[in-house]
């Protein structure tokens, strides 16, 4: 019952969800990552931990290698508990639990103990209200997807008809759990929400919703917005074509008109394949 899915699956006794996760958090990798946002990644690398399986079924996913199938190491709250401390003594700026929903109670207890830097949720943005109040206190940084404004286009691309009013009621309770965002003299995020959108090609008008939506959820100060350039066609699903250059600056120039000061744009030319880790068992000896 940790998604919105509500699958009821019994990990503990074996069976497993739409997420395919077993009861334990299994990690493909933890290591330095160094291309998330700025004021993630800063100078010294983002500490990702990239978990196995996930609540969305998205078509186009460039993790298709972990979040379709379970591969990595399992581990449980000890286990994450050691592996947090070992990447903080590592320098990062921060740990960076990538997709770590399924596991939301073996991580929130693993967390009982501060890791002594900050903790950043990224994820999907399809999250249940009861998970994110049971991790309330835990996490400083939320850094969740809004994909999608039209369900019908989340029903046919993430297997998830349901994404735009549950995205919006999960942003909407991170940043009640943060309040509005808090930079460090280094222009590091310390707190707040970071919201990402991914322009998908041949959908702009999903993109100009979104956009839309952040513009009347959020006041400038209040939370950041990433505006995404990297899709790749995987040949899975999805589009199967990059943005061209007139798609996506349409779609920045819309993000300058409705006055969205706070964030990034990414550019086009981080639609590279090379931007995907190896998902290798890295951090985990």
């Known amino acids: 019952m940790l998604?919105?899915?509500?699958?009821?699956?019994d990990r503990e006794a074996g069976e497993t969800g739409y997420c395919r996760a077993p009861?334990?958090?299994?990690?493909?990798?933890?290591?330095?990552?160094?291309?998330?946002?700025?004021?993630?990644?800063?100078?010294?690398?983002?500490?990702?931990?990239?978990?196995?399986?996930?609540?969305?079924?998205?078509?186009?996913?460039?993790?298709?290698?972990?979040?379709?199938?379970?591969?990595?190491?399992?581990?449980?709250?000890?286990?994450?508990?050691?592996?947090?401390?070992?990447?903080?003594?590592?320098?990062?700026?921060?740990?960076?639990?990538?997709?770590?929903?399924?596991?939301?109670?073996?991580?929130a207890e693993?967390?009982?103990?501060?890791?002594?830097?900050?903790?950043v949720w990224n994820s999907g943005g399809y999250e249940s209200l009861e998970t994110l109040r049971m991790l309330e206190g835990k996490i400083d940084v939320w850094l969740p997807d809004?994909?999608?404004?039209?369900?019908?286009?989340?029903?046919?691309?993430?297997?998830?008809?349901?994404?735009?009013?549950?995205?919006?009621?999960?942003?909407?309770e991170m940043f009640?759990?943060?309040g509005p965002f808090v930079m460090d003299e280094e222009g590091l995020l310390r707190r707040g929400v970071l919201v990402r959108h991914l322009v998908l090609p041949g959908y702009l008008s999903n993109s100009k919703d979104v956009l839309e939506w952040f513009a009347s959820a959020f006041r400038p100060g209040d939370a950041l917005f990433s505006l995404m350039a990297q899709y790749t066609p995987n040949g899975a699903g999805g589009p199967d074509r990059r943005l061209t250059e007139a798609e996506f600056r349409e779609a920045a120039d819309y993000l300058y008109m409705l006055d969205i000061r706070d964030g990034y744009v990414q550019e086009l030319s981080s639609a590279e394949g090379e931007y995907v880790p190896a998902f290798d068992g890295t951090g985990l000896t």
């Not at 693993?110 to 903790?119: D, F, N, R, T």
């Open 110 to 119: 693993a967390l009982e103990v501060p890791p002594g830097i900050p903790v």
């Open 3 to 9: 998604c919105p899915r509500r699958c009821g699956a």
């Open 176 to 178: 009640r759990q943060t």
């Open 23 to 107: 009861a334990l958090p299994v990690v493909a990798r933890a290591a330095r990552h160094d291309w998330e946002e700025p004021c993630i990644s800063g100078t010294r690398g983002s500490g990702a931990i990239f978990f196995s399986g996930c609540n969305l079924g998205c078509v186009y996913c460039q993790n298709r290698e972990i979040s379709r199938t379970i591969k990595g190491k399992s581990l449980d709250a000890f286990g994450l508990r050691e592996l947090f401390a070992r990447l903080a003594d590592s320098g990062v700026h921060n740990l960076n639990l990538v997709t770590a929903s399924p596991y939301a109670r073996t991580v």
């Open 146 to 172: 809004m994909k999608y404004a039209d369900d019908a286009l989340a029903l046919a691309l993430s297997a998830a008809p349901d994404y735009y009013e549950t995205a919006d009621a999960a942003i909407r």
